[in-house]
């Protein structure tokens, strides 16, 4: 460690213009990092080559943090916005909310100054720095930017194997976290607001608001997350992995060519799971757990299905008489049991009849 110390220090002081105190700060502090994740890593430490893991972890810091340099403030700070903003934009979605491109860019300019600001505190924690330390030089931000850039895109793991990016799953919380009354705030600020008051107002009112906490409770979990969790328990219990892991890839966002790589298969195979998985997809949304589905779309029985009154009348000229009955029966609180007692059917046909009329009711809505 000493040597890698030594290298660090050396290209820091010939390749920017700092002073000697501050390229060792650095270069310690880079040192430091790699250290403590080879210690901490057991898959390093049984790869037997930890200096070889500890050098290219190193300078892969040491060229983020040239790059910055080289770029230098004003340059580097654009670039190292830009590029979360582009992250981050997909994710940033109120809920209840079809946010204008330009409501989604001002939520995103206030969801990044928070981010900065933890960005701050957890480099702060991670280095042996003073609490209220703040980069001053050109060298210390562009170490600053770079540790930002690496924190933002840490892999944090989540259940059954997946992973995602810090910064995404602290968009999605502060996208939840967006109360109704705010969103008008925000339409306001971009529309001018209130000639009375301040263009600027809405969104400080909204900083005040939206305070981010780090803790969030499990009962604070969406009915997305239960939909996600109990898919791979069905796909599981089909003994169907490869419709498991595909789903895992796509909840990360991850493009078509991605995908294949990692999961070593060809296009036309991919296609081929692609339509498996979609077959279970249906046969879970219609079938196996169709009430949690379309609790999470906002399309329960209380709701019509999700219909407008139009499609709602729509709907019951394209079900048979069966259906009819058997949707009206369920509208009215009975079980399944009583309704096939009813009807006269048995519980595999009652089964198939609704999970036609679910899958017709999906139809019409998605027209």
Avoid at 11 to 32: H, K, Y
Avoid at 84 to 112: C, G, H, K, N
Avoid at 271 to 299: C, I, M, P, T
């Amino acid at each position: 460690m000493e040597t890698l110390f030594e290298r660090l220090f050396q290209t820091l002081s010939q390749a920017t213009p700092a002073s000697e105190r501050n390229c060792r700060e650095v270069a310690n502090r880079i040192t430091q990092e790699v250290q403590r994740i080879c210690r901490e890593s057991q898959r390093i430490q049984d790869s037997g080559d930890v200096a070889g893991w500890a050098s290219d972890l190193a300078y892969h810091r040491l060229n983020q943090c040239l790059r910055y340099v080289k770029l230098g403030s004003a340059k580097g700070r654009l670039e190292l916005h830009s590029s979360l903003s582009a992250i981050v934009y997909r994710y940033m979605t109120p809920p209840q909310v079809q946010s204008s491109y330009q409501a989604r860019v001002a939520l995103i300019e206030d969801f990044l100054q928070n981010f900065y600001g933890e960005s701050i505190n957890a480099f702060r924690r991670e280095n042996e720095v003073a609490p209220d330390y703040r980069p001053r030089s050109s060298l210390e931000l562009a170490e600053y930017m770079a540790f930002t850039e690496r924190y933002a895109k840490r892999r944090i793991p989540l259940s059954r194997g997946r992973s995602q990016q810090l910064i995404i799953l602290r968009t999605q919380t502060f996208s939840k976290q967006q109360p109704p009354e705010t969103l008008i705030d925000i339409q306001q600020a971009i529309e001018g607001g209130d000639s009375e008051q301040p263009r600027t107002l809405p969104l400080q009112r909204l900083r005040e608001e939206l305070t981010i906490s780090e803790d969030i409770s499990d009962t604070e979990n969406t009915v997305r997350e239960r939909v996600v969790e109990q898919l791979m328990d069905y796909l599981t219990e089909k003994n169907q992995p490869d419709c498991a892991n595909y789903f895992s890839l796509r909840l990360m966002d991850l493009p078509t060519s991605e995908i294949e790589s990692i999961l070593e298969i060809t296009p036309r195979e991919r296609d081929y799971l692609q339509q498996r998985f979609k077959y279970h997809l249906l046969k879970f949304s219609f079938a196996h757990n169709w009430e949690l589905v379309h609790e999470w779309l906002g399309a329960e029985l209380g709701k019509n299905l999700g219909l407008t009154p139009q499609q709602w009348e729509y709907l019951h000229t394209k079900i048979n008489q069966t259906q009819i009955k058997t949707l009206d029966l369920k509208q009215q609180g009975l079980s399944d049991a009583e309704i096939s007692h009813q009807l006269d059917l048995t519980a595999t046909q009652l089964r198939k009849q609704w999970s036609k009329l679910l899958e017709q009711a999906w139809d019409i809505r998605n027209l």
